[in-house]
């Protein structure tokens, strides 16, 4: 058994490498071909283009998971039953779930990879292409950080600090912005509980507002319920990397549900936490239904991969689908964030699950 462990095992993987070689080739030129006359305009090296893609790698890889698990398994089973091995196997007596457990032990170890690879090596390559693509092709520089539930940004004549609770909207909590003078003192100081951007007469609202402005040796306050003002920067200055979550390593997704102050915040932050997660494991509930559904594609059609490898492609999409839009819905607070995260991996696994039971009776 243990040499057939081995074999089924190595066809996984091999079939692994095949499916991700293939598809991160296929996002590549796809991406390279909208995306290097940005690198020519910009006057950038051919050498830095390669280091940009070079460095996506990882991202595609994450991004294609949970599709790479599924498909290696489905076409290594689906070899197994076109080169007669299958039939071979249970007309030894070997049952099924014997011939399947090492396709699943090689689901386990690339989830494992994914997970490892989410937690020390996206964030430094993330954070390296942003980098590149957003400073020095596109010629964005970042404005600030943020750190601890805040942003933080340098602006030509201040300095911003807020939240923002959804990054979808131009409106702010616990907003202030300050300017220093020559002394390198505070000249003027605006705090607001809540800031807007208005986009018609490009100026900014600010809700429960307190100005502090200099005045000959001391500052003159005034609180005020509702003030709108021009600043030098529009929201649209501020530079935030689309792929900015993704930044952060699982522990540190962790640690930002914690600086959340609002419940609404809390959950989103939840919800962006629990959905990482699940995403990644989200490749063990499509190989065990995919499985199946190899075998009930031989028994009714005579047919393995030219069937299964498409049926198995709209079972991924379906995956997605279902998942992403639970994820909105636990973002926006209509769904509970564990169950937007267990809910398509408990349907899917437990239906793979009857079917291969079904197909070892």
């Known amino acids: 058994m243990k040499l057939l ?24 030129l796809v991406d390279f071909i909208e995306k290097f006359d940005k690198f020519t305009q910009a006057g950038k090296s051919l050498l830095l283009a390669l280091e ?9 890889v ?46 386990i170890g690339c989830t494992l990879l994914a997970l490892i690879a989410a937690q020390w090596l996206l964030p430094y390559t993330i954070s390296a292409t942003n980098s590149i693509w957003y400073e020095q092709v596109q010629g964005k520089v970042p ?27 131009y409106a702010f909590k616990h907003f202030s912005y300050s300017r220093w003078n020559e002394s390198f003192s505070v000249g003027s100081l605006i705090v607001a509980k809540w800031a807007a951007w208005d986009d018609a007469n490009k100026r900014w609202e600010f809700r429960e507002a307190q100005i502090q402005q200099e005045e000959g040796a001391g500052y003159k306050i005034m609180n005020i319920p ?15 990397p689309e792929n900015e979550s993704a930044e952060l390593s699982l522990t540190g997704l962790y640690r930002e549900i914690w600086h959340k102050e609002s419940h609404e915040q809390r959950n989103r932050a939840w919800a962006d ?21 190899l075998l009930l594609a031989c ?25 992403g839009a639970m994820q909105s819905m636990a ?20 239906l793979g699950i009857w079917l291969l039971r079904r197909e070892d009776q």
């Open 331 to 350: 973002g926006a607070g209509y769904l509970n964030p564990i169950v937007a995260a267990c809910g398509v991996h408990v349907v899917f696994a437990a």
């Open 143 to 169: 404005l600030g950080i943020f750190r601890n539930g805040r942003y933080y940004f340098k602006g030509k004549e201040g300095f911003y600090s807020f939240e923002w609770p959804n990054p979808q909207v």
């Open 299 to 323: 028994e009714r059609w005579g047919r393995d991969l030219s069937v299964a490898i498409p049926t198995s492609c709209g079972l991924a999409f379906v995956a997605w689908g279902a998942w």
């Open 52 to 60: 940009y893609f070079s460095l996506n790698i990882p991202f595609v």
């Open 226 to 240: 509702i003030w709108q003002t021009r600043l030098p920067e529009s929201p649209s200055d501020f530079l935030i």
């Open 5 to 28: 462990n081995r074999y089924i095992l190595g066809q996984y993987i091999r079939q692994f490498l095949t499916v991700a070689i293939a598809l991160v080739a296929l996002y590549l």
């Open 62 to 107: 994450d991004q294609l998971g949970p599709v790479l698990i599924l498909l290696s398994g489905v076409i290594s089973l689906g070899l197994l039953h076109r080169n007669n091995e299958l039939r071979a196997l249970k007309a030894a007596g070997i049952p099924l779930k014997m011939i399947v457990r090492p396709l699943l032990w090689g689901g």
């Open 273 to 293: 936490f629990l959905g990482r997660i699940s995403y990644l494991l989200l490749g063990m509930p499509l190989l065990l239904l995919g499985l199946p559904v």
